[in-house]
């Protein structure tokens, strides 16, 4: 069964960047699509992007649109997130999850409730 651990989350400063890392153990991502969301306090989950099994990214949420990057190194097996100029609204816990989309194919599902796995959630806060 494949577990999902987020890690790189932490306190950073408006305009600062972190890069958070989805370490896939049990499967190989080459038979996963992985994406990223978020959920701030009293606020819904927020897809923010996805990666096929092959490797194709889905569309960005408009929010980050631009500033975040969604990839994957299928060598280690980890997906990765890499936010850039973050702000305060950015403020939320951050998960990876994975659904089995077959051996390298280019589907991408953006909906939540596609998703079997889901990480921990690793919290990001922007503030000065």
């Known amino acids: 069964q494949l577990q999902l651990v987020e890690s790189g989350g932490g306190v950073v400063q408006p305009g600062e960047s972190l890069r958070l890392s989805c370490a896939a153990d049990?499967?190989?991502?080459?038979?996963?699509?992985i994406a990223w969301f978020r959920q701030a306090p009293g606020k819904e989950r927020e897809g923010l992007s996805c990666i096929s099994s092959n490797g194709d990214i889905g569309n960005y949420s408009d929010s980050v649109n631009g500033r975040f990057t969604i990839s994957k190194n299928d060598n280690d097996n980890t997906a990765q997130l890499v936010m850039n100029n973050l702000k305060s609204e950015d403020t939320a816990v951050y998960y990876c999850?994975?659904?089995?989309?077959?051996?390298?194919?280019?589907?991408?599902?953006?909906?939540?409730?596609?998703?079997?796995?889901w990480g921990q959630g690793t919290q990001v806060t922007v503030s000065s």
């Open positions: 999850a994975a659904v089995d989309t077959g051996y390298r194919t280019s589907r991408c599902p953006d909906r939540a409730s596609s998703y079997t796995f």
């Open positions: 049990g499967e190989l991502l080459l038979y996963y699509a």
